[in-house]
């Protein structure tokens, strides 16, 4: 009988605690979803140690064990979802999760019959968490569904209603004040994070240049170009397959892929040209001082050296390309980047692995014309002056 290996965990057990860096590339917003995940599982976990403590303690006769123990078992088991889970939960997953927490946590101040209970401090880490980590929106209704919970709490207890009423607001009041601060903190890291960003035009999982770093080296290359009268090959690529490539191949692998690529051009390319990554699966590369003959010498060669690498793999991987230049194909960025978008639909469409040179009937009549020695004029004239026909002049 065969033994049957056992399959590691991906991403590794240590890298899912974060005692270990991660093992592989990452785009920045599965990162993000990762640490989220962890956050929040550790939330959990020590909200399971607490309830465990709470249960052995001197003062447990004064609670209810049973409501304890159930806390804590809901909440070694949502910890549990989020370990399994990690970076392929879906966004909106976390904020059902908290909410999931804003629960147990009520349940917990109920079971110790005290709304002054300490447990009172546990709703601390999830409006924390929440406008930390969660939109405006979804952190408002976390701090809703708090408040009301609370009132809830208050409602059921044996306190007067005004000693309620003045509990209630001041509670509220501050944890709302909290989470705000907790807000602009956010705020502040990501402006911090943009305008590195705009800075280093860099793209953090293949190393090539971003979107925005594209666009103004093209325009760069394409104002040169046009003072010195030379020409500018673009090609723009796209592993083939049907579908997107996360939804083909998951998230995880999708960046290894992406990331395997973008090493791949930025070793290939001539040191005037650049590569960079302008959408989640879309790639280009901009030739100075090149033609489409050259640019599509060059989208050969990094075809067939993706097509060698993932050969031997278990998913075969291969690259199509389209191709245009400057001036033939259009006097201007967006003419350019319509043309290769065209080119490389074509490319795909005819099955892929390949390259596609963009073609118009305009483009193959200024060929043909230039490369021969004929000469058209343009004769205008005067209805009366036509009798039957076109006048034809003949060539001197």
Not at 64 to 85: D, H, K, Q
Not at 98 to 105: F, K, Q, R
Not at 159 to 169: C, D, H, S, T
Request: aromatic residues 8%; hydrophobic residues 45%; glycine residues 8%.
């Amino acid at each position: 009988m065969p033994i049957s290996t056992p399959v590691a965990m991906d991403p590794s057990i240590l890298e899912r605690l974060g005692v270990r860096p991660a093992g592989g590339p990452q785009n920045r917003e599965r990162a993000e979803r990762a640490m989220a995940a962890r956050s929040l599982m550790y939330l959990f976990l020590v909200g399971t140690l607490m309830a465990a403590v709470a249960l052995v303690s001197p003062v447990s006769g004064e609670i209810s064990p049973m409501r304890i123990a159930s806390m804590g078992a809901c909440s070694a088991l949502i910890a549990l979802l989020l370990f399994v889970g990690y970076d392929r939960l879906p966004s909106w997953s976390l904020s059902v999760f908290l909410l999931c927490g804003s629960m147990l946590v009520e349940w917990s101040i109920y079971a110790a019959n005290d709304p002054t209970s300490p447990f009172l401090l546990l709703y601390l880490w999830v409006i924390f968490y929440a406008f930390y980590f969660l939109n405006r929106f979804q952190a408002a209704m976390q701090a809703l569904f708090i408040g009301v919970a609370y009132g809830a709490v208050l409602v059921l207890s044996d306190e007067p209603f005004r000693g309620q009423v003045v509990r209630w607001l001041v509670f509220t009041v501050a944890l709302v004040v909290a989470g705000l601060l907790v807000r602009v903190m956010r705020e502040r890291i990501n402006s911090l994070v943009g305008s590195l960003d705009v800075v280093s035009r860099t793209d953090m999982l293949t190393g090539l240049l971003d979107e925005h770093g594209f666009d103004e080296i093209l325009e760069k290359e394409l104002e040169r170009a046009r003072r010195s009268g030379n020409r500018v090959g673009l090609a723009l690529a796209r592993l083939d397959g049907e579908g997107t490539l996360r939804r083909r191949v998951g998230d995880r692998r999708a960046d290894e892929l992406l990331a395997a690529i973008g090493r791949e051009i930025a070793g290939t390319i001539r040191l005037n040209d650049e590569g960079a990554r302008i959408d989640d699966e879309l790639l280009a590369v901009v030739c100075p001082y090149t033609d489409e003959q050259g640019a599509v010498v060059m989208a050969e060669r990094l075809a067939s050296l993706v097509r060698e690498r993932f050969a031997g793999s278990d998913s075969p991987q291969t690259l199509s390309f389209g191709v245009a230049s400057y001036p033939k194909h259009g006097a201007g960025s967006d003419a350019l980047l319509h043309a290769v978008h065209q080119a490389l639909d074509e490319a795909r469409t005819l099955g892929g692995d390949r390259a596609v040179t963009f073609f118009s009937a305009e483009n193959s009549i200024e060929e043909r014309l230039r490369g021969s020695d004929v000469s058209l004029e343009v004769l205008t004239a005067e209805p009366h002056e036509i009798e039957d026909g076109i006048d034809v002049v003949p060539r001197a």
